[in-house]
Each structure stands twice: as structure tokens, then as C-alpha cells.
């Protein structure tokens, strides 16, 4: 098991370090650098931007370096939690990701849980309930989730509010605790503005891992094992829940990993119409406007997550089910 | 339904006490194509404390009539018409014999779940995958034991060496630890009779139970469920479609055919003396010790025709050879008694007519 | 069993008179039908799949007449129409009686001096007959150049059946017209994710080793990006819209970037579909005849495989639709003057905006419609390839 784990961290080690390659080359790829953007800037504001002015930006930023010179400074220092400067902010990128980031991480992974509390109830259900009305109105509803993007429902669901309740849907405080240090009070506001993008986002989700859950069960269901835990005589409740979920759920484990990466890709564009202060809204922002360590930042932090998931996945899967265990 | 003189506990086969007994039993299965009629009228009748072979081709109802007697037909399939009598005897009470209609009780009830397991077990053709992955060997029979026989987990442990050790398990204590996956399939296939004779049931039905294995295994899980038979004094319900190891193992045999029982005689009967036009087909259809070189085997002609088409009539005239136009294509043949343990549906014996009616 | 009584015999005792005769099989002929022939019969047992076929269908061929359809021209600004509401339509007419013929309002329109919004107001005595086949804006449909629409009103007067834009456009024609690249950017992005994913997915399964672990690695890195963060930043790689590099241009690379990231699924499922054949009995015997690798894999896996490439691709359009809505509704997919679905919900980005004029929602509803459609309809068909697995 051990060696399993450290065998499986070897290969997520070599992953990342191609990820890091690739997302910063597809970063870079943008034709213009930001300094073009900031020159025009600057001339907009009615200044002449002189050739040492554009000099000093261009030693300041790296930009006349080549592109792997840029990397290997910009990877060195990510490896020691130096993550550059925001061409835009004119701040540490260190200090512009970390709360917005654990933003992202703990709505991605409370919709997370929240998807799989709900979608494994409902697809165990509606696999038993083959074909019986109350599964058909599951199945809509599943279908209905997995046609509609998240941040559509997010957009429906704050106009509704708005046109209907007069209320203000979006952020993840009220104006009085915006910018009030953290308190009891704050955390209360923070909760209640939460949820909302929380089943948002796990909405889609939910209704994609219910129905793969209720197809995998219906697999297992057919197996000849679940004939032999009914020939002993056990109950048919004890026959699904201890012979045949247990053994469907191994390849929704193996997706859970898979299925985080697509939540936070989620939860960027929904933090975008909810105005939600995560990562989302600042690395479109970075990315249209070639902040270039900004956006890399966010894209390697990003990955890093979802390969992260893949690997706890990898790990659980050998948990439960003793044949990979074993390998 | 023909329930007509014999009685009871009187049964086809003579000096044998009847453990089960199955009439007119219908079992469909409701499909996206169409109503697959799986059985089609079964009647037959399970000595106690024999072993009866049923055989017949891929198709005929062999496997769902086992899972319907078990009460184990899940959606979309549906018993949809029979009785089916199980006469338990009950040790305690002086050997008392107790009628119970298996087709009155909920499949997936109490009453049955009792039966189920305790009483009548089985076991099935594939053991790669009869076992469950996720649990250990020794799980799985505790599991049953502790069901049905009110021990606690250590107690049932113990049981469950035992019973492997009984199955000519080696290491029978450092088997219960192990996982179906580390396990060799005759292995297996020991363990998943351990599981179904852990509560030393009065029936076992054994579907293919050696089809998967190799001849040296298969020899070696025969011999053993013979010797076990012999040992708790239970029925075995042998669900084959190889008539050599029917020889070798059985006291009697059933025929079926699209659904419904042909025939039902001892073993020798069944091999010197076949009655009906499809048993002897099919033995013709084998190869045999001393055969002439020369001599080719016969097939029977065409195939099975699929359980989603109704054949009018005897449900093997459009394949024999013997049929006969206006009788055979019209009427369902009845059961009629040719000899001693020996009954048979063909017009060619007798002009019975089965009483049984189709439902949709 | 060494020797057998001649059975035959025997019978002829109890029955002296047999008659021989073969009779004409009556049985069904559920047993003859070749593979494809039951998934077609299953397919079209499953009504819910048939709504989703037919259903696209129809969408398909109103989309592709949108610009005949739809009453005007979707590039016509009208300046007196700006976030102008949908037309109200009555069935009574002018004399007060219910008749078939729908009638719309005449509308004004004044700006409030105070606000400085439009304000429209109907009148309710002014009724106009909404009639076929009428003279029109100007449009080319399918290459036709012509100045007929379905319906509308006579002698230039405008309605909007959904209201229109803030610059006066018609939200109806933009939908319809819209629909032309959200319906197909699903279709050739899965083309195109096929044919990657069918031949590297096909190679790393059939070949395995080396080719597989490196297949493996680079889906493994696909897979680990956040698919729209990733898809955004090879879409903002793309140049900006000019003469060199017209809005088909960039339609085509979008779709080529929504594919990059989406062949990945299809290649993996179809690698354990290869493996899996690998090892089955006929690859072996064909193996063992002799047959060379690409004859295996072209006349053993691929039609083996066909309908698991077809269900597997229609699985994976509405996720590309999906997609393209997400990127021209970040402004990073579909640009002005091209519109599409995504591009149209823009428009709607500002709650502010969708509150007073929840019209601009509408093009939400006609992605949801076409996507169900297609998943109902991929749905089906993975059902009627293999009904055990769903």
C-alpha cells in the first residue's frame, strides 16, 4: 500500500512538472505582452512613454529575456513560494492568490460533498426503481441538470431572486462585513452568502454523478454475486447497500478525481456571474490582459488541485476495493 | 392446472418422497423486444434426498426454472402463473412435514428469506464471479451462518473453517482471510459450496456448477458434491447441459425444452430407454466410449427457436423428426406415466392433452 | 452410455405410423436480426431517444431557415426599438372578435427625459394582422438571396416575437441565427475529437507499452487542467477578428480548441475497448491467421468498435456545446459580428441588465432545449447499443 502511494506521488510528481511546461507555454501563447498593453495605457493618460521608460518596464518585467529564461525564474521561485509579481496589481502574486484560492478549494470541495451526499442516495434509488415513475422524474431532473451549465443556473437563480424577492444574490459578504476583520459574525454572513454557490455549482455535478451511479449499479446488479448474497437469504436492503453499492461505487471513486477539475472549472465561471471573490473572475482577468505570472500562477495552483484529487482518488480506490490493493 | 389424482406426497417417482413439486409454472420475462416466455408450464417433481439432473439446451429454462423455485426472478422476469410446493420436514418436530406454496410468499418476504439459504441454497456456474470481490472468503459464509443459524461472529468463524476444511479446503483458517481475486477457480468454486451448504440446506441447486472449470477440477468438485450429498442427506438439483457428468452423478434426470419439462425418468432409463423424440435426439447428438469411427454424430436439426415466439402445439415439432401434422401442431401433449418412474409428454405415447393454458 | 438402444425403434412400437414431416418454423425472428438491425428496433422503442432525434431534426432545419423565418434580418439595428420588450400578440381582432389570425400592438416609443431609458407603450386600439409570407429585410438563407419571411407585418412595420437587444436587434432571428454555430460547434468539435481520439486511443490500446504510457501520461495531463480555465487561455492565443482572420476562422479554431481538450474521454474509452479486443478470441485468431496489425485493427476493433465511437461521440456533444457557451459567454469563443447562444448570453452578464430586460435569458432556454435533445438522443443510442450497460 505504501509503495503504492509513493509509486503513484512519483508519477503525479512527473505529471506536474509537464503541466508546469505546458500551462506556462499555453500562457505565454497570447500574441502582445502586457507591456504593450501598459504602454498604450500610458499614452492613453496623455504621457509620451519615452524608450527608457519602456527600458526600465522591460528589465523590470523580464520581458527581454526568452521565454524559457522566463520559465525557469518563474518555476524556481514557484518551487520556493515565490510566485512573481502581478504586471496589473503591482503586487506579490503570493499575496493576491491565497485567500481567493482557499476560496475556490472550499467551495470546490464542500460542492463536492455535497454532490456525492446527494448523488449517491438518489442514483442507488433510482437504479432499485427501474422504470417506475419516481425514477422517469429523476431521470428528468438528471437530464435537466446536465444541460444546463452552472453559471446559467447561477444567472437564473440571482435573477429570480432579485425580480421576485428584491434580493441581492452574489459575493460572499454583505456590505457591512466587506471589509471588517474577521470575526463570529463575518463567519455567519460568509455561510449564509455560500451556499448559494455551492449547490449551484453541485447541482450539475450531482445530477451527472447520480446518473453514473445508477448505471453502475444497474451493472453490478447483474452480477452473479448480488444472485448469490440473495440465495443466502439476506434482506434485499442489505443485498444492494453491502454487496452491490459497495462494489459500484469503485468507478465513481476512480472518476472522483477526474470530477474535480471540472468543478473548479465550474466554480471560475460561476465566481465570474456571482461576483464571487475566488480565483475565477482574477485569472480570466490576468490571462485577457497577459499578466503573465499571474495567470501562470493560477493555472499550475489550479492543476495542482486537480491532480491532487486524482491522487486521493487513486488512494481511496486502493482502500476499498482489495484487488488493486493487492496489484 | 393439473393437480388431478396424484396426491400430494405421492410421488412420480416411486419409493421417493417428494421435496419439491412444481406445476404449470410460468415464468416471463418482460423485455424492450417483447415477452420472453422463459417457462412455459414446468411440472416436475425433486426427490428428497436425491440427485436429480436437469438437462437441455441453452435456453430451455433450466437456470430461471432453479431461480424461480428459489424465488429469485428479479424484474423484468415474473412468475406470472403455477404452484410451487415445498415440503419441509422439520427435524425437531419428529420428522413432521410441512406444505408450504413458495408462489404464495413474497419473494423477497421474511417466510422466503428463511427458506432461502437455510433450506435450499445454490450455487452458480461462473465462480470467478459468484464470490464478491470486496469481501473476504470467510465474510461471506459467516454471513449466512450468522443469518440463519444465531451464533455469534466467532462461533460462526469457527463453523465456517469447519465447513471449508469439510470441502477439502487446505488451510481452510487462513482461507477465510483471503479475497475471492487470490483464489484459483476450483478454489472458488469450493468456497462458493462452503457458502451454500453452510447451513446444510435440504435442497442445493447447483447451476453448471463445473462448466468453468478444467476436467481434472471438475472430477475433483463432483466427487465432492456427491460425497456431501451423501454426507447432510440433501437434494441436489444438477443443472447441466453434459450429459456425461448427468451419468455420473444423477439418480434421475428432467428434460426440458423451450420452457417446459419433456420427460422425467431414472438415470438408466433416461440413457437405455428415452421416450421422448428430443431426450433421444439429444443422446444421439453426444459421442460415446466405443463408437464406431464411422459411425457421425447426429445434431438435431435447426435451433431453439428464441422464447420471444409462441410455438404453437408440442413445443419440439418444428425440429422432430417424428411429428405429426394436425396433432403435434395443434395440442400441447399432457403428461402420461410410461413406466415405473417414468413420465413423458409426446403424442407418440398417449393422446394426454396438457390442460395448461398460455396467459399473457 | 457404451452402448445405446436404438431409440428409433422403440418409438415406432407405440406409434407404427409416424409421419415425417418438416413444418414451416413458426417462430419469431427476434434470433435472425443482425447486430445493427436490434439496436435500430431497441433505438426506436425508446421514445424519449425519439423525441431527442427528432427533436434535433426540427431544430436543425429551423435553425438553418432562421434567417427566413424570423421576421427581420438579426443584424438590423432599430434605433426606436432599443431592449424594445416582445410584442404582445392577441387573437382578437380589430372588431373584437376571436380569430385565428394573431394580431400584434402598434408601439411607440419615447424617451423618458427623466431616466433616460426608452419607454414603450402600446396601443391598444392600433391591432396589425400578422401575416405569411411577407416582404421583408433582405436575407440570404442557405445561400438563397431573398427579401420573403415566414411571417411578419405588411408594409414595414416591425414586431419582435422576443424582444430585441440594446442595440434594437431582433432577439429572435439572433437566437435562430445564433443556433447555426452552437448547434454545429458540438458536431465538428466531436469530428474532430474522434478522429484524434479514435486513432490515438486505438494505437495506445492495440499497441500498448511505450506508446500507451506516454497516451496515458498526456491524457493524465489533459485531464488534470481545469477544462474552461484551459480552454479560455488557448482561446485567447487566437488573433483578434480581421480581414486575414474572419469570424469562420475562428469558429473553426474554437472548435479545434474545444476538441484539443475533449479528445481525451473518447481516447481512453476507446483504449479499454482496444485492450479488451485485444485479448477477445477473434483478435488472437486473427493473429494466428496470420493478419497484420492494421488489418486488425480496420476489419476486427473498428467495426467492433463503430457503435461504441458513435454512442461515445453523441455523448460528448452537449458537453461541447456546453463548451462554446461558456467561452463566447466569457467573450472568449464566438465574437461580434458572428453570434451564437454563448455570445447572445453576453448580453445577459449584468444581473442588473437580465432584471429589467429578462428577455436576453431567452437564448438560455434554447441551449438547454438543444442540449437535453442531444443527451436524450445519446442517451438512447448507448441503450440500444448496449442495454446492459445503462
Known sequence: MINYIFRRIGYMMVTLAIIAVLGYLIVELPPGSYLEFEIARLRQQGGNVSQDQIKALEIRYGLNDPTYVRFFKWITGFVRGDFGESFQYR???????????????????????????????????????????????????????????????????????????????????????????????????????????????????????????????????????????????????????????????????????????????GETVVAIVMNIPTVGPMYFNAQLNQDLYLAATFLMFLSILGVLGNLLADIALAWVDPRIRFE | MNQSSESTTKSVFEGE???????????????????????????????????????????????????????????????????????????????????????????????????????????????????????????????????????????????????????????????????????????????????????????????????????????????????????????????????????????????????????????????????????????????????????????????????????????????????????????????????????????????????????? | MTESVNPEAQMNEVNPEPQYEVFDDPVSDVGDLSQWQLMRIRFSKNKLAMLGLWGMIVIYIIVFLGEFIAPNWYQYQNGDYIFGPPSKITFIGPDGRFSLRPYVFATTTQLNQETFKFEFTEDRTKKIPVKFFVQGDPVSVLGFKTNLHLFGLEGGQRFYVMGADGLGRDMFARILVGGQISTTVGLIGVAMSIMLGAVLGTASGYFGGIVDDMMQRAIEVLGAFPQIPLWAALASALPPISKDFTVVHRYFLITLVLSVVSWTGLARQLRAKVMSYRNADFTQAALAAGSTDWRIVLTHMIPNGASHIIVIGALSIPGMILGETSLSFLGLGILPPAVSWGALLRDAQQVSVVVQHPWLLIPAAAVLITVLLFSLLGDGLRDAVDPYSI
Open chain 2, 17 to 360: 418422497d417428494t421435496i419439491i413439486k412444481v406445476r404449470d409454472l410460468h415464468t416471463y420475462f418482460y423485455t424492450d423486444l417483447g415477452i420472453s416466455r422463459a417457462l412455459n408450464g414446468v411440472n416436475l417433481e425433486i426427490p428428497r434426498g436425491k440427485v436429480m439432473g436437469v438437462v437441455g439446451e441453452s435456453g430451455c429454462g433450466k437456470s430461471v426454472t432453479a431461480l424461480s423455485i428459489m424465488r429469485m426472478v428479479a424484474k423484468p422476469g415474473k412468475i406470472v402463473q403455477g404452484d410451487i410446493t415445498f415440503f419441509r420436514k422439520d427435524k425437531k418436530k419428529n420428522d413432521a412435514i410441512e406444505e408450504i406454496n413458495l408462489t404464495k410468499l413474497e419473494g423477497m418476504g421474511p417466510e422466503m428469506r428463511s427458506i432461502r439459504g437455510a433450506q435450499m441454497s445454490m450455487i452458480f456456474q461462473e465462480p470467478m464471479t459468484s464470490l464478491n470481490p470486496s469481501y473476504t472468503i470467510g465474510d461471506q459464509i459467516m454471513e449466512a451462518i450468522i443469518l440463519h443459524q444465531n451464533v455469534d461472529k466467532v462461533e460462526a468463524e469457527r463453523r465456517a473453517v469447519e465447513i471449508l476444511d469439510g470441502v477439502g479446503m487446505a488451510n481452510p483458517s487462513l482461507i477465510v482471510k483471503r479475497y475471492p481475486h487470490e483464489l484459483s477457480g476450483g478454489m472458488r468454486q469450493r468456497a462458493m459450496i462452503s457458502l451454500a451448504l453452510s447451513c446444510t440446506p435440504a435442497v442445493l441447486f447447483a447451476d453448471e456448477p463445473t462448466t468453468a472449470l478444467d476436467v481434472t477440477t471438475e472430477a475433483q468438485i463432483l466427487d465432492l458434491m456427491r460425497d456431501l450429498q451423501k454426507r447432510i442427506d440433501m437434494s441436489i438439483v444438477f443443472i447441466t447441459h453434459n450429459l456425461g457428468v448427468v451419468a455420473q452423478m444423477c439418480d434421475y434426470v428432467t428434460v426440458m425444452y423451450l420452457g417446459r419439462v419433456v420427460e422425467q425418468a431414472t438415470i438408466d432409463d433416461t440413457f437405455y430407454n428415452p421416450m421422448h423424440p428430443y431426450t433421444s435426439s439429444l443422446l444421439r447428438s453426444i459421442p460415446h466410449v466405443g463408437s464406431h469411427q464411422k459411425d457421425r454424430l447426429k445434431p438435431i436439426r435447426g435451433v431453439v427457436p428464441d422464447p420471444y415466439s409462441k410455438v404453437k402445439g408440442c413445443p419440439f415439432h418444428p425440429r422432430c423428426d417424428k411429428a405429426m401434422r394436425g396433432l403435434c401442431d395443434v395440442k400441447v401433449p399432457g403428461l402420461t406415466v410410461v413406466g415405473k418412474s417414468h413420465t413423458v409428454r409426446c403424442f407418440l405415447h398417449s393422446d394426454v392433452e396438457e390442460e395448461s393454458t398460455y396467459v399473457q
Open chain 1, 91 to 265: 503586487q506579490e502574486v503570493k499575496d493576491l492568490i491565497g485567500q481567493r484560492l482557499a476560496f475556490t478549494i472550499s467551495i470546490s470541495v464542500f460542492s463536492l460533498l455535497l454532490a456525492w451526499g446527494i448523488a449517491v442516495p438518489v442514483g442507488v434509488y433510482s437504479a432499485t426503481h427501474r422504470n417506475t415513475i419516481p425514477d422517469y422524474i429523476i431521470t428528468v431532473i438528471q437530464f435537466l441538470g446536465l444541460s444546463i451549465p452552472s453559471f446559467l443556473v447561477a444567472l437564473v437563480l440571482m435573477v429570480v431572486a432579485q425580480r421576485v424577492f428584491g434580493q441581492q444574490v452574489g459575493g460572499l459578504f454583505s456590505d457591512e462585513f466587506q471589509n471588517a476583520p474577521w470575526s463570529f459574525a463575518r463567519f455567519i454572513d460568509l455561510l449564509k452568502h455560500l451556499w448559494i454557490p455551492i449547490v449551484v455549482i453541485a447541482f450539475g455535478s450531482t445530477a451527472g454523478l447520480s446518473r453514473i451511479m445508477r448505471a453502475n449499479l444497474l451493472d453490478v446488479l447483474g452480477m452473479q454475486y448480488v444472485q448469490t448474497a440473495r440465495s443466502k437469504g439476506l434482506k434485499e436492503n442489505k443485498v444492494i447497500w453491502k454487496h452491490a453499492v459497495k462494489n459500484a461505487m469503485h468507478p465513481l471513486i476512480m472518476i472522483l478525481g477526474g470530477s474535480l477539475p471540472g468543478i473548479i472549472s
